[in-house]
């Protein structure tokens, strides 16, 4: 099949073969590695599994990072909507909740899938799970909607960057949240042209986000941002769920991120240099973790 290299591309893909995003990628991934699709599944059925554990470990059971810096917080979550007090609702709780988990779970050297990257690990497992929970979906539904927001991805990647040390957190937290928010719309049954306008909405919504690590690690404010991520998806897609377009394409949308990111100065591009990371509180953290006290 042909190879789509641009949202428009894949659209155009999409509608000429009357599929989904996920088929899109099921197909591609068939033809790319020579494999069935029962097999195919069955790797991908491998990552949910590992996300759906890395997703409530840390609601179990406090979680803490080798440094201390975070820890216990999906903890917190998890107890507070046990109480049926919340505002945002059970949904988005959860997905908070299982977006730091899967965080704390990668700070603390566990199991997690990196998806697009370690450092964003917590936003899809905590939209794809959360969503799939409210929505009733099956494990295979809850698998398509992982390869509906692999089509995303990779047009990302082709197009842009995944990496927080070339352009931002945006490029990381910015594209899981809007990997996750295409996969959701097709949760819900919507169509790719839905699925990319809620792509690029999360994508505009983000830019300019810096990847700014207190101590040079992947903890604080990366998995807060990740718990955001996650409600900016869900958000994201209820909003085009209702007839809500982006009037920005989903490639320009991209293209602008990229150049948003190259634009950012060294200091804010993973490098610990800038932003929180060297702020009063943000250079104490890190003397406490190097042991310069």
Known sequence: MDIARSGEELLKICQEENISLSEYAIRYEIEDKGISREELFEKMRKNLHVMITSANEGMEKEVYSVSGLIGGDAYKLKKYLEKGETLTGDTMVLAMAMALSSSEVNAAMGKIVACPTAGSCGILPAVILAAGKR???????????????????????????????????????????????????????????????????????????????????????????????????????????????????????????????????????????????????????????????
Request: glycine content about 12%.
């Open 135 to 293: 929505l009733n979906k099956t494990e295979d539904e809850m698998i398509e909607g992982l390869f509906a927001s692999a089509a995303v991805g990779m047009i990302i990647g082709m197009n842009a960057t995944l990496a927080g040390a070339e352009g931002g957190c945006q490029a990381e937290c910015g594209s899981a949240s809007a990997m996750g928010a295409a996969a959701v719309v097709e949760m819900m049954g919507g169509t790719p042209k839905m699925s990319l306008d809620a792509g690029a909405i999360v994508l505009k919504n983000v830019l300019g986000l810096v990847c700014d690590p207190v101590a040079g690690l992947v903890e604080i404010p990366c998995a807060k941002r990740n718990s955001s991520g996650a409600i900016s998806a869900l958000c994201t897609a209820d909003l085009v769920m209702a007839g809500v377009e982006s009037k920005i394409p989903f490639d320009d949308a991209v293209s602008a991120m990229y150049k948003v990111g190259k634009s950012l100065p060294a200091s804010l591009r993973e490098t610990a240099l800038g932003g929180v990371a060297i702020t009063k509180a943000g250079l104490m953290l890190k003397k406490k973790v190097y042991g310069e006290e």
